[in-house]
């Protein structure tokens, strides 16, 4: 897996490859890139797509002790990310975190095309639902990240309600799942950049006047939500849609939070719709005639 040296750390990062518009898709929290495995196949015909690994508990490559891994700060490594690997015009894909806000509210998005948030962080809805308070009140106890990390290698328990049961309707893969949990079950210093994320509170105020500067976003964003999520409130999708200038919303069914892994093909089809839609008209060919 290649990999560049950012302000905060080592970031791996996966690349398809290729001369052609770029994707850029990022995941959420103490997972990686393979969230995205049963939508990239369908994508990278036509697309470069690039899924870098972010310092959220899944990563193996532990952050600098000092690096900012606070919900802005982390906004801030993804606007540096595009940055040193010179990605223009990206499509910038979200699902569960929700670091675009950061990103739009920092003057940061200038290499950013378009948009796709799905199921994710938005308005003052931080940390997320249950399954996120659950973290950050571990995270809070001496030794808690430790023992709710290592208590999902109980597969049984990642189906417990109010957990990992609401963030998927279908289970994850035990393999795929397995991955996830291991860096932050088996490394302290990986706990300790996950600790660091999780114990960062931005004061719901400055949320809301992020999510208010987003309506400074001029270019297409799709907005993919679950109808039936329990973590991200269905109305946050609407809401999102009508705060961009050019947003639209597609809802999808028999879905939760983590859409690509519920309903892959419903979220490929509408990321493939937006991309044709949105293209840019082909320049006329000066030299004919």
């Known amino acids: 897996m290649p990999e560049i040296e950012l302000s905060a750390g080592i970031i791996e990062y996966e690349d398809t490859g290729g001369d052609k518009p770029v994707i850029v898709l990022l995941h959420g929290l103490t997972m990686d890139g393979s969230l995205w495995r049963n939508v990239v196949p ?8 690039v899924l870098p690994v972010l310092p959220l508990g899944g990563h193996h490559r532990p952050m600098r002790p000092d690096a900012d891994l606070s919900l802005r700060g982390l906004g801030l490594l993804v606007a540096e990310f595009l940055e040193r690997l010179d990605l223009r015009d990206v499509t910038l894909v979200f699902n569960d975190w929700g670091g675009a806000q950061v990103l739009i509210a920092e003057g940061r998005a200038d290499r950013v095309g378009r948009l796709v948030l799905s199921g994710c962080e938005a308005f003052d809805n931080y940390p997320p639902g249950v399954p996120g ?107 999102l849609a009508e705060l961009f200038p050019y947003g639209r919303l597609v809802e999808i069914e028999d879905s939760y939070t983590l859409i690509p892994e519920d309903q892959p093909r419903a979220f490929t089809r509408a990321v493939l719709d937006f991309l044709r839609d949105t293209a840019p008209a082909p320049r006329p060919d000066r030299a004919a005639g």
């Not at 369908?42 to 797509?49: E, M, P, Q, S, V």
């Not at 290698?153 to 609401?166: E, S, T």
Request: charged share 30%; proline share 9%.
């Open 133 to 239: 308070r659950i973290i950050a009140a571990a995270a809070r106890i001496p030794g808690g990240l430790t023992v709710a990390m290592r208590s999902l290698r109980v597969r049984p328990l990642r189906r417990m309600p109010g957990g990992w049961g609401w963030m998927s309707k279908r289970p994850v893969p035990a393999d795929v799942m397995d991955a996830w949990f291991r860096p932050a079950q088996t490394r302290p210093e990986i706990r300790r950049d996950l600790r660091k994320y999780a114990l960062s509170t931005t004061p719901r105020h400055t949320l809301l006047e992020w999510a208010d500067r987003m309506r400074t976003f001029d270019r297409p964003v799709l907005v993919v939500w679950a109808a039936e999520d329990r973590v991200m409130p269905r109305d946050h999708g609407r809401r």
């Open 42 to 49: 369908h994508l990278r015909a036509d697309h470069r797509c």
